[in-house]
């Protein structure tokens, strides 16, 4: 029997860069919510051990490189599992966008083979073999939103967000994600985002969370791709009540209270840019 699991993309509210830690990494805090945009992975058994990989996208890899094969090669590896699965990827998530498609689709392979195979894992379990393939692939497991501290992966749920509609839109560039950190001074930065946007979620305030929205790592891209400054000028041209970028980027996305409002945020930004979605935010499972 088949099993079918969606990987949702992410954004993040707001991202603090708290340092850089001895083994390369930056310290962080973000917290990160998941909007219904998503891939579909289905996992169907294969008795000959192989893992094989079919995506509908050509630009991603369909072998060892592929976050979805490291995520199945883990568990075979951890658990002794002598079954294989063919798994199928529908891709929606933009690549390279920001949004963790990659690390989306890793947790959706923990979960469809924990499933498929029979490994009876805990989503705590999940989560930590998740750790070793991605930095966001923890938060990926669990879903929903979260403020995600280390390297991202030590995750504390969070509630609800207040109801909201979200408009984001990926510029036709890459953003080389070693650039935008090496060129981060650490020092410089206030860290604070993060704990405003708690306070923001924890009262339920649209104003307060739209007011919160910050990311310490977009002032060096908004300087150096003219596309993302102009994406976010024309956001806020439009109408938005806050607009910031998702990670390390490119995609940058918008906020609005109404329907009628995104509506529109959605077919201005479609005028010059392919890639845009219309999506909410999603609830967190375990409300
Ligand atoms: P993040 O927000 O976590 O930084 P991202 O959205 O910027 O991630 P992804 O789309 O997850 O970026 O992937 C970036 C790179 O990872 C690409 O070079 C791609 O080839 C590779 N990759 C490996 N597995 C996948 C996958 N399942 N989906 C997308 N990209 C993948």
């Known amino acids: 029997m088949d099993i079918t699991v969606k990987a949702t993309a992410k954004l993040n509210l707001a991202l603090d860069i708290l340092g850089k830690r001895d083994d390369?990494?930056?310290e962080l805090e973000t917290v990160m919510a998941m909007v219904d945009l998503a891939d579909y992975l289905d996992f169907s058994l294969r008795l000959d051990g192989n893992i094989k990989l079919e995506s509908s996208s050509n630009a991603v890899p369909e072998d060892g490189r592929n976050l979805i094969v490291k995520a199945g090669l883990l568990l075979q590896r951890r658990f002794q599992v002598t079954k294989g699965a063919t798994i199928k990827l529908d891709k929606k998530i933009p690549i390279s966008a920001g949004m963790a498609g990659?690390?989306?689709?890793?947790?959706?392979?923990l979960h469809g083979l924990n499933q498929l195979w029979e490994l009876n894992l805990s989503l705590d379990e999940l989560a930590e073999i998740g750790a070793e393939i991605g930095s966001d692939v923890s938060f990926c497991v669990y879903g929903g939103v979260a403020m995600c501290n280390g390297?991202?992966?030590k995750i504390t749920p969070l509630p609800s967000l207040p109801p909201c509609w979200v408009v984001l839109a990926k510029p036709a560039i890459s953003v080389s994600t070693r650039d935008v950190f090496s060129h981060l001074e650490v020092n410089d930065i206030q860290h604070q985002h993060s704990e405003k946007m708690l306070?923001?979620?924890?009262?339920?305030?649209?104003?307060?969370?739209?007011?919160?929205l910050g990311n310490d790592l977009e002032d060096y891209s908004?300087?150096?791709?003219a596309e993302i400054s102009y994406l976010k000028k024309q956001f806020e041209a439009f109408g938005a009540d806050a607009v910031l970028m998702s990670g390390t980027g490119p995609t940058v996305f918008a906020i609005v209270k109404t329907e009628k409002k995104a509506k529109r945020l959605y077919n201005s930004v479609s005028g010059f840019c392919k890639n845009v979605h219309m999506v909410r935010f999603l609830k967190p499972q375990f409300e």
């Open 222 to 225: 908004l300087e150096k791709y």
């Open 24 to 26: 390369g990494y930056h």
């Open 151 to 153: 390297r991202g992966e």
């Open 102 to 109: 990659g690390s989306s689709d890793a947790a959706a392979t």
């Open 199 to 212: 306070a923001a979620i924890a009262s339920g305030d649209y104003y307060q969370m739209v007011e919160a």
